[in-house]
């Protein structure tokens, strides 16, 4: 009983990992429907860039010769992050304006390849251990109390999760910032006629998720280090996604909660059943059947098309 | 007009307006003013270039040559935001609301316009943005009021009757409290009740908060009994202007709704 709940714990923590990820495509789904493949790679840029503002044997340490503090760090990380999604507006998507969303999803897979080249050659491709102070080790008192073994960076990680989506829905459904994603999301023409400037608007989306990014560049990194292989958590917020419906903020945590619970116990119990690597499969098969049941996702918006 | 009403000057002058798509002339040459507070209609047989025409003013269209001059800044081209925050609201002929969203959140977005406070406030909802919030909600049931749609303030737009997506829709270009309001053609699909409601519900704003008008519409009762002045289109080309009465007697405009040749048959 007693692993099962510690089994479903780690399953709790690690979906919260993929829902910091999923956030981030919703993010931009919701407010301009492009699926934004390079998400992933976001988290990835975020966390490089912040660990060469800190650490000592980056870029920056050798141009200027110190190292920024933590929360310096972050909030040029932030900085960088403001400038690409710049960068991505007036390069990119300023140009496909009412094109086809495939188009739009295309080059967002160019624009993934593109930031994990240049993060390779701008920051090298080994894995970074990235330190920023979160607390390491299991919690002393859960373990002495109730003899259950939990991270105490998952728990960090899950606080801050829900932090970010209780900020995130009031801004979506509260603010005049909020209402105009939406409204760029539902018609740009309508948006356009009501003042609302495209431009504008798909920056501050674009940096909001790159905040997201960030936010997750540090939870997985302060976890398992920096890695290439973190753009790859990508494809593991596709099912996340399925299952909570792409459009909505709550959707992504509980799809991601699902999911990792889901994989973590299937691992654990039906795993030497069929000689294991469940987790690797798991999420994808579940999405699948989702899309058989309710396509649109636990909490996505029903699409009702009137003939 | 029954009621009083001060036509004042001119507020939108167009001139020498001339927009193509590729080799298709949409408009050429066409030259219009309207006058603060007044109702002035656009009429024309399809393809006439109405449409194109309101989305020179709004800036949707930019036209290759001419200029149009809104509240005495003269401009060619001009962004639909800016346009938008000089005071110019619209409809469109095929509705076009934030289904997604609410009756209440789709009229506020008519707001953003005259909200300014910053993303760092927006982003808590706190001090403020909050307080800017309340304002704005307060004009808003004004405009839900005035319109008479307090049942549907919660309903998503998306699943409510064509009638009142449209009177949502006009709902969301009053709330900007616009200098110039423009229809693109408001009654298009609706039946004779929902039409006489339009029709106040215009009436009524040109009246009570002195909006200048202009609108697009195939109806031609309601052309005649709701403007103040029409102008005449036809295949891109301006074929009268003046009141209603002048106009429907236009030899011109007759031929052009017609579709007969001038000939002396009738003499």
């Given at each position: 009983m007693l692993f099962l709940l510690e089994t479903v714990i780690s399953g709790l923590m690690a979906g919260v990992m993929y829902a910091l990820v999923a956030l981030g495509f919703v993010l931009i789904f919701k407010a301009?429907?492009?699926?934004?493949?390079a998400q992933g790679v976001f988290a990835l840029f975020a966390g490089l860039a912040l660990y060469d503002f800190i650490a000592t044997d980056g870029w920056f340490y050798e141009l200027f010769g110190f190292a920024l503090p933590v929360w310096l760090g972050i909030i040029a990380t932030m900085g960088v992050m403001i400038i690409v999604a710049w960068l991505v507006e007036f390069l990119v998507l300023r140009h496909l304006v009412n094109q086809e969303p495939i188009i739009l999803f295309m080059s967002t897979i160019g624009l993934a390849y593109f930031l994990e080249g240049l993060g390779d050659i701008l920051f090298g491709s080994d894995v970074k251990p990235l330190d920023i102070g979160l607390p390491q080790g299991a919690s002393d008192y859960l373990l002495d109390n109730f003899n259950l073994y939990v991270e105490k960076l998952e728990v960090v990680a899950a606080v801050v999760a829900a932090v970010l989506v209780v900020v995130l829905a009031i801004f979506f459904q509260k603010t005049r910032i909020g209402r105009a994603l939406r409204a760029v999301a539902d018609d740009h023409q309508a948006a356009l006629s009501v003042g609302i400037s495209l431009r504008t608007i798909w920056v501050i989306v674009w940096s909001v998720s790159g905040f997201v990014a960030l936010v997750a560049g540090v939870m997985w990194g302060s976890k398992s280090?920096?890695?290439?292989?973190?753009?790859?958590i990508a494809l593991k917020a596709l099912p996340v996604l399925i299952l909570g419906g792409f459009t909505s903020v709550p959707g992504a945590i509980i799809g991601g909660l699902i999911i990792g619970v889901g994989e973590k116990v299937a691992e654990v119990f039906a795993g030497p059943y069929v000689g294991g690597a469940i987790e690797n499969w798991f999420a994808y098969v579940l999405a699948l059947g989702f899309l058989l049941i309710?396509?649109?996702?636990?909490?996505g918006e029903k699409i009702i098309e009137r003939v | 007009m029954a009621y009083e009403r001060n036509?004042?000057?001119?507020i939108l002058s167009v001139d020498q307006i001339s927009l193509s798509f590729g080799g298709v002339k949409?408009?050429?040459?066409i030259s219009f003013a309207v006058r603060e507070h007044e109702v002035f209609a656009i009429i024309g047989p399809n393809g006439a270039g109405k449409s194109s025409m309101l989305n020179c003013i709004n800036g949707f269209y930019h036209p290759q040559e001419g200029t149009i001059t809104f509240k005495g800044n003269t401009r060619r081209q001009v962004r639909p935001s800016e346009a938008a925050r000089q005071g110019i609201a619209r409809t469109f002929q095929n509705i076009a609301l934030f289904?997604?969203?609410?009756t209440l959140d789709n009229i506020m977005t008519g707001r953003n316009t005259k909200m300014n406070k910053g993303i760092f406030w927006q982003a808590l909802r706190f001090g403020p943005a909050e307080k800017e919030e309340m304002e704005h909600r307060a004009v808003v049931e004004r405009v839900i009021d005035f319109l008479e749609i307090e049942a549907i303030r919660?309903?998503?737009?998306?699943?409510?009757?064509y009638g009142l997506q449209k009177r949502v829709e006009l709902g969301r270009a009053l709330a900007a409290e616009p200098d110039l309001l423009l229809l693109d053609?408001?009654?298009?699909?609706?039946?004779l009740e929902e039409k006489q409601d339009m029709c106040r519900f215009i009436l009524d704003v040109n009246d009570e908060f002195g909006t200048t008008i202009v609108l697009i519409e195939h109806d031609m009762g309601v052309v005649m009994d709701i403007s103040d002045r029409v102008v005449v289109l036809d295949y891109g080309k301006k074929l009268a202007e003046g009141t209603p009465d002048e106009v429907r007697t236009n030899q011109d405009v007759i031929d052009a709704y017609l579709g007969v040749s001038h000939d002396d048959e009738e003499a």
């Open positions: 301009s429907g492009i699926f934004n493949f280090g920096i890695q290439f292989s973190l753009s790859l309710r396509p649109q996702g636990l909490f | 036509i004042g000057d001119t949409a408009l050429s040459n289904n997604g969203m609410s919660k309903t998503a737009v998306g699943t409510l009757p053609e408001p009654m298009a699909g609706m039946n």
